[in-house]
């Protein structure tokens, strides 16, 4: 199975990245070839709107760190997407590689992107209560779902650090064994 795992906090050993890793370990576990992208390690711009994945049906083509990844995306059967809040929903960061998302659709807003990839994604937020910011993670998964994917969605929240969450951290291990 191919995996692409893509970080965005820039707190290397964060909440978000150490539930990716936790995920990636149990993936890797099971023999599967797991691609990871750090989204704060590179460079790349939001949508430009230019329209040329609709105009002339291709993925993106901007030419900058994102340019190898949307090939992969086509032939990956798992994506692990995470993010930590800021502001209540998702970081900047993430929001701008997800938008560059807009070359997945062709001009009639159908996914060019082969169905039945599964998704996990993992939001780590300081609020206590799990579900105060879910209508805003649920905004992501509902566009992943257009892609006909399979979505699992794991978030921590609170003050106490994800590696600390032994029942956390084995969800996020069984997960990726599941795979
Ligand atoms: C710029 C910024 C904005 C934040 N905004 C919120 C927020 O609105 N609600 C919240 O619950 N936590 C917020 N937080 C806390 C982070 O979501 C929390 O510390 C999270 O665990 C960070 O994830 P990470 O360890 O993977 O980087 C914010 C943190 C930062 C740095």
Known sequence: ???????????????????????????????????????????????????????????????????????????????????????GTVSGLFKSFIDRHYCTKDIKMNSKLPPNKKAILVFSQGVSDKTYYKSNYDVIEKYLKTHQMEVQTIIHSGHVHAREDKELMEKGYQLGKSL
Not at 3 to 29: F, H, L, M, Q, Y
Request: contains cysteine; positive net charge; proline residues 2%.
């Open 1 to 87: 199975m191919k995996i692409i795992a893509v970080k965005s906090s820039p707190r290397k050993n964060g909440n978000t990245n150490t539930i990716i890793d936790k995920i990636i370990e149990g993936a890797r576990e099971n023999g599967h070839l797991v691609r990871v992208y750090d989204l704060n390690e590179m460079n790349y711009k939001g949508c430009q709107a230019c329209r040329v994945c609709k105009e002339k049906g291709v993925y993106c083509i901007i030419n900058d760190d994102l340019k190898d990844y949307w090939d992969k995306l086509r032939t990956a059967d798992v994506l692990v997407l995470g993010s930590p809040n800021y502001m």
